[in-house]
């Protein structure tokens, strides 16, 4: 799957470009709306993107429990050295590897919460001027179909095509809301 892009200043035409994508067989966990304007994206009720997305959160914690992870061997390994005999030896170098670990991790995540995600970097400064991001995830053969059906949109400009979201991520999103709206 692929990440494809267009730019627009036009909400009117964004709304109308995701109802035409719905109608064509799309899934709503395939469209996205970035933008700058949340109160009016969801106004329209236009599917936009996670909070979790515009912040480099799981990127940066993964990082930290990377770095978490060599601290933590360098602790055991400088543990070797005092040649601990019996588990009670062992426990204390255990336990600050298991704290740095999970530390490094947290900080890690504080740090993601703070930085931008690599993809809304990508369009900072396209948001910045007013503009919203439509982000579509499609195979490579409903890439046809996706060009015929944005051809028809004009005030929609291709701004490239970028990695998509992983396929099992999509359809548990699928199968979440389908789930809160079966539920009471």
Known sequence: MKRF?????DLNDLEKAELDLVSAGYDREQVHVLSQQDAEI???HLHEVSPFARVDLIHSAMMGAAIGAV????VLLVATAFKPVTAVDWLPFAILAVVLFLFSTWEGGFYGIQVHSAEYQRFADVLNSG????MIDADTRERWSLQ???AYHS???DAGEGRARPEW???SERNFH???KAMP
Do not use: G, P
């Open 5 to 9: 892009y267009y730019v627009s200043n």
């Open 42 to 44: 969801e106004k329209r």
């Open 71 to 74: 601290l933590a061997v360098v």
């Open 131 to 134: 503009y919203h991001v439509l």
């Open 148 to 150: 015929r059906i944005m």
């Open 155 to 157: 005030s929609l400009t």
């Open 169 to 171: 991520l999509i359809s």
């Open 178 to 180: 389908a789930f809160v």
